[in-house]
């Protein structure tokens, strides 16, 4: 089955600053990666997805770029603020079978004043 | 639209007896989907379900856990002779069709679980 792996656990940034999230896939057939927010005592709300047909996609201040020959996918948050901070999830899944999620072990990012 | 709801939002239950979690899809979507988060981890997929019929159950322990989603009402994940262990999160999510870009999981605000 499939299996993701997220690094780093933890991250903490000053206000402003860029912060970066990356994932590792194994099942070369997942063609579809979403990245989940969560913040304390919530439920994880999708932030960006991105398909295997596509190497990035941006939206606003959040981008994600996928290299399928290497297996991994990252979440790139520029200009940080305070309400970015939140427990961020990256997922996969081959949605030509079944339609279950592998999700990464989360990272919890802090953004500082 | 309401959104994915779940219910209750928290359950104490003590060792041996039965949980029940109820989740009712965001309006138009027949795909629903249960996940396990344990306290500091990611979430784990348990069972991928549509309209009376159970698609997908790879992540549901062997034992004690079942799911169903009748043709009326909410889907039901129902835990018997609950364990410490059993304690988490339950996650619902629900889609239109299959989770992909144009069908994404909507989550609801789960079910803490809590065996005394």
């Known amino acids: 089955g499939e299996n993701v792996e997220q690094h780093p656990s933890t991250l903490s940034v000053q206000e402003g600053d860029s912060a970066v999230i990356k994932c590792t896939y194994s099942d070369s057939a997942s063609n579809y990666f979403p990245w989940y927010k969560q913040e304390l005592g919530k439920r994880p709300q999708l932030i960006i997805d991105i398909r295997s047909n596509v190497g990035e996609k941006k939206d606003q201040r959040i981008a994600v770029t996928l290299n399928k020959t290497a297996k991994h996918f990252s979440l790139h948050i520029t200009e940080t603020q305070p309400e970015d901070s939140a427990v961020y999830f990256c997922?996969?899944?081959?949605?030509?079978?079944?339609?279950?999620?592998?999700f990464g072990t989360g990272t919890r990012l802090q953004v500082t004043l | 639209n309401a959104g994915v709801m779940q219910n209750p939002r928290h359950l104490v239950r003590r060792r041996g007896q039965e949980a029940r979690l109820r989740c009712s899809p965001m309006k138009g979507h027949s795909h629903v989907y249960w996940y396990r988060q344990l306290p500091e981890e990611g979430l784990k997929f348990m069972v991928y379900l549509q309209k009376e019929n159970i698609i997908d159950e790879s992540g549901m322990p062997k034992e004690r856990f079942s799911a169903e989603f009748p043709k009326e009402g909410p889907s039901i994940l129902r835990i018997q002779q609950v364990v410490r262990g059993d304690s988490a999160a339950y996650f619902c999510?629900?889609?239109?069709?299959?989770?992909?870009?144009?069908?994404?999981?909507?989550f609801g605000n789960g079910t803490r679980l809590t065996v005394t």
């Open positions: 999510a629900s889609s239109a069709g299959t989770g992909g870009k144009n069908s994404p999981l909507h």
């Open positions: 997922a996969a899944s081959n949605t030509g079978t079944a339609s279950k999620l592998t």
